[in-house]
């Protein structure tokens, strides 16, 4: 049977391990576990620092490797050391250490986001695999302007963005932004400010960008949503921008502030504006971008 496979927080690989060396550890239904109440063992400090790589010091998975000394490692960090023991200088070799992979089946482990309100308990294989999509995890500052790697909850990005930023904050569904660029055919890439809109209870960033797409110099108009994505699709917008007696209209669906905003970007999931329509559409000599986007958000039924 086929091995699932997903990615942990150092970017390797993680191999669930085969299901006949983790029976009975937990009820699987459907994408979901089931949580029941039972007395198995929940890992003491001492069995998880025997279960941490002396590497790169994450938590090890099948297939977990020992020297003949019984010193371990896990497989991701086995060809960094050039098969040499990284504790005592042995050979490697091939020895796999079933036992130590047996006594982490029998484990149940704390999401690391029960800080952010996760109280679930989970067994050692599937721990990973639920932080990766926990819906406690917190989330990545949806600001476009640098690489800002603060994380939170969305109370406390709102308060970032509005402190840290100095982002526009609007309250209202409907919008009316003017975007300015003087000498626009100098600009390749370029992010202006974040603007931030709050109605039905929710928060959602309106984003404009300059870049290329392909050999063609565009610019893009989209929303993300500050939550979820199964939330996002509860809402719609729309964009606007036009000219010269001509006029474009994009409608879609909030991305999730989970997506990074060069991922949204680089799907064009926006309205999407070639240079030489956007001066057109700012009038003129063509000398100068001015560019005003409307639109609304609204609720789904």
Known sequence: MASAAYTDDSGSEVIDPPKSEVLDVAELVGDHIQLTQKSNVVASSSVRELLECPVCLSAMYPPIHQCSNGHTLCSGCKPRVHNRCPTCRHELGNIRCLALEKVAASLELPCKYQNFGCLGIYPYYCKLKHESQCQYRPYSCPYAGSECTVGGDIPYLVNHLKDDHKVDM????????????????????????????SCFGQYFCLHFEAFQLGMAPVYIAFLRFMGDDAEAKKYSYSLEVGGGGRKMIFQGVPRSIRDGHRKVRDSYDGLIIQRNMALFFSGGERKELKLRVTGRIWKEE
């Open 170 to 197: 609007h309250s209202g569904s409907t919008f009316n932004h003017r975007y300015v660029k003087s000498n626009p055919h100098e600009v390749e890439n370029a992010t202006w400010m974040l603007t931030v809109f």
